[in-house]
């Protein structure tokens, strides 16, 4: 059975920083590529940062370069987003999900994840 679980959210100053987990069962983790996406109210579900099956990968959204990195932990089927700089727009729920099939190029596209967890609240305000 696959599951995905988020932690690590939270009400957060501008100018802040959190740390996200993605726990991960289930999935045959230490192969799979990995995405972190966000949904803010009212808006679609956007793309916010990939990490390769290796971790030798990374891509990230505009929005977000610079400011907030991917990283994962095989031995613990865990992938990780630290933010900092948090800024009151990058207030959504955020959303980790496992990559439907390999590739050689990062993934941005929704359709290009099969499996989501649950999604964790950021918010960020003074």
């Known amino acids: 059975q696959v599951q995905l679980v988020e932690s690590g959210g939270g009400l957060v100053q501008p100018g802040g920083s959190l740390r996200l987990s993605c726990a991960a069962s289930?999935?045959?983790?230490?192969?799979?590529?990995m995405g972190w996406y966000r949904q803010a109210p009212g808006k679609e579900r956007e793309f916010v940062a990939f990490?390769?099956?290796?971790?030798?990968?990374?891509y990230y959204a505009d929005s977000v370069k610079g400011r907030f990195t991917i990283s994962r932990d095989n031995a613990k089927n865990t992938v990780y987003l630290q933010m900092n700089s948090l800024k009151p727009e990058d207030t959504a729920v955020y959303y980790c999900?496992?990559?439907?099939?390999?590739?050689?190029?990062?993934?941005?596209?929704?359709?290009?994840?099969?499996?989501w967890g649950q999604g964790t609240q950021v918010t960020v305000s003074s």
């Open positions: 289930g999935i045959m983790f230490n192969i799979r590529d």
């Open positions: 990490i390769s099956w290796s971790g030798g990968s990374t």
């Open positions: 999900a496992r990559r439907r099939l390999g590739g050689n190029s990062p993934a941005t596209a929704r359709d290009e994840y099969d499996y």
